[in-house]
């Protein structure tokens, strides 16, 4: 766990002021779909022409770029009049003319305490500018591969941590894009370890991460000039322990009036969490200023500071990090579930008990997997379960006995059948979401395709065992599988993923 004094920090910002991280007031309104802002007209213009134009005003004033590679930036949250311009040379970093396939909002929750991260996937979010659609297949992905990510859509009605940072992204990114809004609502370090362990799969060159922070709140400006740059340069040092060591030693200095050093902290010290281990990456301090330099009032303060993460190539994470590795013997293990449970319960209709003692922690892990039963080669049955929801061997129990009766291309498994079929696995990766069908690999990419509600896949296999060219595979996923047509994988939105296949 982190230290009581990080604690007391992390709590102590819920009450802020107008130019920190100031809460506004309840709409007193029942949730709906979308997210609609709650400090337009209070911490940024309400209307359009007026928001545009104050935006322009600070990126005209804003830090140029300064590092290429950038995927992610930390950016304050507080009113435009105080923090917009620092905010602005944040964004200003970003490449504006890239495509993002998704953008990641993450902040710390103002208003709730809770255990673990809340990622918003009950629809969009809305600003003066516009529509912000936000990725509710990732989003529903991540709320379902681990119980660290929930779905309370209450925790982001009230908080501005993530609606402030929208409008920059709309104004400076050229094409659309989505997100995924994330709130942290806990102190614990193995708990923002987890929700770093969730993230970094999408930690790659085609995504971007917006850290939503303030810095210090409430010492007199001299003193914040200090404090800041402190804790920037161990946020620099890509570590969070030094980090956490910082802003413990802030606190150990007695500043007056100082309540809390970042607070954003548990947001940052999980970004952390996701690059502490990457080779050639830099963080970078791009500009800094703090609400006494526009209020005038140097008595008490809040900092801000715009910082980059950068890397020295083009960015991308080793694949070989989110392959999911299992021994001989965790498919013999695997095997004998689905073969056991099988033959049970097309006998006696019964599901055996399964000692899970010898089990490695690995097939005790949630993870999505298939179940593909044949006979002389030809396909009796196969049904899978994408979300990793469930333990792995479970996963294996539940789809031997769908893929054995509830495959509705083929009638239940007989039990005169069962020495006849043999049985096959594909244990899933997690997905990859792709622009353009140049990144599928025939034999090695399984697809996943959805529109409008409609979805289809294929396992890597399928390619391989039908000889069908990538044209051939899309398009018989898109009109035999997902009912959208030979040609709707061309508009629909593309996943890939790997299997480790095996069998009997």
């Given at each position: 766990?982190?230290?009581?004094?990080?604690?007391?920090?992390?709590?102590?910002?819920?009450?802020?002021?107008?130019?920190?991280?100031?809460?506004?007031?309840?709409?007193?309104?029942?949730?709906?779909?979308?997210?609609?802002?709650?400090?337009?007209?209070?911490?940024?213009?309400?209307?359009?022409?007026?928001?545009?134009?104050?935006?322009?005003?600070?990126?005209?004033?804003?830090?140029?770029?300064?590092?290429?590679?950038?995927?992610?930036?930390?950016?304050?949250?507080?009113?435009?009049?105080?923090?917009?311009?620092?905010?602005?040379?944040?964004?200003?970093?970003?490449?504006?003319?890239?495509?993002?396939?998704?953008?990641?909002?993450?902040g710390a929750s103002h208003r709730y305490s809770f255990d673990g991260a809340s990622v918003y996937n009950k629809g969009n979010f809305i600003t003066p500018l516009g529509t912000v659609d936000v990725d509710t297949v990732?989003?529903?992905?991540?709320?379902?591969?681990?119980?660290?990510?929930?779905?309370?859509?209450?925790?982001?009605?009230?908080?501005?941590?993530?609606?402030?940072?929208?409008?920059?992204?709309?104004?400076?990114?050229?094409?659309?894009?989505?997100?995924?809004?994330?709130?942290?609502?806990?102190?614990?370090?193995?708990?923002?370890?987890?929700?770093?362990?969730?993230?970094?799969?999408?930690?790659?060159?085609?995504?971007?991460?917006?850290?939503?922070?303030?810095?210090?709140?409430?010492?007199?400006?001299?003193?914040?000039?200090?404090?800041?740059?402190?804790?920037?340069?161990?946020?620099?040092?890509?570590?969070?322990?030094?980090?956490?060591?910082?802003?413990?030693?802030?606190?150990?200095?007695?500043?007056?009036?100082?309540?809390?050093?970042?607070?954003?902290?548990?947001?940052?010290?999980?970004?952390?969490?996701?690059?502490?281990?990457?080779?050639?990456?830099?963080?970078?301090?791009?500009?800094?200023?703090?609400?006494?330099?526009?209020?005038?009032?140097?008595?008490?303060?809040?900092?801000?500071?715009?910082?980059?993460?950068?890397?020295?190539?083009?960015?991308?994470?080793?694949?070989?990090?989110?392959?999911?590795?299992?021994?001989?013997?965790?498919?013999?293990?695997?095997?004998?579930?689905?073969?056991?449970?099988?033959?049970?319960?097309?006998?006696?209709?019964?599901?055996?008990?399964?000692?899970?003692?010898?089990?490695?922690?690995?097939?005790?892990?949630?993870?999505?997997?298939?179940?593909?039963?044949?006979?002389?080669?030809?396909?009796?049955?196969?049904?899978?379960?994408?979300?990793?929801?469930?333990?792995?061997?479970?996963?294996?129990?539940?789809?031997?006995?769908?893929?054995?009766?509830?495959?509705?291309?083929?009638?239940?498994?007989?039990?005169?059948?069962?020495?006849?079929?043999?049985?096959?696995?594909?244990?899933?990766?997690?997905?990859?979401?792709?622009?353009?069908?140049?990144?599928?690999?025939?034999?090695?990419?399984?697809?996943?395709?959805?529109?409008?509600?409609?979805?289809?896949?294929?396992?890597?296999?399928?390619?391989?065992?039908?000889?069908?060219?990538?044209?051939?595979?899309?398009?018989?996923?898109?009109?035999?599988?997902?009912?959208?047509?030979?040609?709707?994988?061309?508009?629909?939105?593309?996943?890939?993923?790997?299997?480790?296949?095996?069998?009997?």
């Amino acid at each position: 766990m982190f230290n009581n004094k990080i604690l007391l920090i992390i709590m102590l910002h819920i009450l802020l002021s107008a130019f920190g991280c100031s809460s506004q007031n309840d709409t007193g309104k029942t949730p709906s779909v979308d997210r609609y802002p709650v400090v337009a007209g209070q911490f940024y213009p309400s209307g359009k022409e007026e928001l545009t134009k104050t935006l322009k005003s600070f990126f005209d004033k804003a830090m140029p770029k300064s590092s290429q590679n950038v995927f992610a930036v930390i950016s304050p949250h507080a009113g435009y009049i105080y923090s917009g311009q620092v905010a602005a040379s944040a964004f200003n970093q970003i490449d504006p003319d890239k495509e993002y396939e998704t953008v990641f909002v993450i902040g710390a929750s103002h208003r709730y305490s809770f255990d673990g991260a809340s990622v918003y996937n009950k629809g969009n979010f809305i600003t003066p500018l516009g529509t912000v659609d936000v990725d509710t297949v990732l989003a529903n992905k991540l709320v379902n591969s681990d119980k660290v990510f929930q779905q309370n859509a209450d925790y982001h009605l009230p908080d501005h941590c993530i609606e402030v940072q929208l409008p920059f992204l709309q104004y400076h990114l050229k094409k659309k894009f989505k997100i995924v809004p994330i709130l942290i609502g806990t102190s614990s370090q193995d708990l923002c370890k987890k929700i770093a362990k969730g993230l970094k799969p999408y930690l790659n060159d085609k995504n971007l991460f917006i850290i939503s922070s303030d810095f210090s709140h409430y010492p007199k400006s001299s003193d914040a000039v200090l404090n800041d740059k402190a804790t920037a340069d161990a946020i620099a040092k890509n570590s969070p322990i030094e980090l956490i060591k910082a802003i413990n030693s802030n606190f150990d200095k007695k500043i007056p009036k100082l309540e809390t050093s970042l607070c954003g902290f548990n947001a940052v010290v999980t970004m952390l969490y996701i690059t502490e281990n990457l080779k050639d990456i830099s963080i970078v301090p791009v500009e800094y200023k703090n609400s006494g330099d526009v209020s005038k009032d140097s008595s008490s303060v809040v900092g801000y500071w715009a910082m980059a993460f950068t890397s020295k190539e083009k960015f991308k994470t080793d694949e070989k990090e989110t392959d999911f590795l299992l021994s001989e013997k965790d498919k013999s293990d695997l095997l004998k579930i689905a073969r056991s449970t099988l033959n049970s319960y097309i006998r006696d209709g019964k599901i055996p008990k399964i000692d899970t003692s010898d089990f490695s922690k690995i097939i005790k892990q949630n993870c999505g997997a298939f179940v593909t039963l044949k006979i002389n080669g030809e396909l009796r049955g196969c049904i899978g379960q994408f979300m990793p929801e469930k333990p792995l061997y479970k996963v294996v129990c539940d789809m031997a006995i769908s893929s054995s009766t509830q495959d509705t291309r083929f009638n239940r498994v007989k039990p005169d059948e069962l020495k006849k079929i043999s049985i096959e696995i594909s244990v899933l990766s997690p997905f990859k979401k792709i622009s353009s069908s140049d990144e599928i690999t025939l034999g090695k990419h399984g697809i996943y395709m959805v529109k409008n509600g409609y979805s289809g896949t294929f396992l890597p296999q399928v390619a391989t065992e039908t000889g069908w060219t990538k044209d051939e595979f899309l398009g018989h996923c898109a009109r035999d599988k997902a009912g959208i047509g030979w040609e709707g994988w061309k508009t629909a939105d593309l996943y890939t993923y790997t299997a480790v296949v095996f069998g009997e």
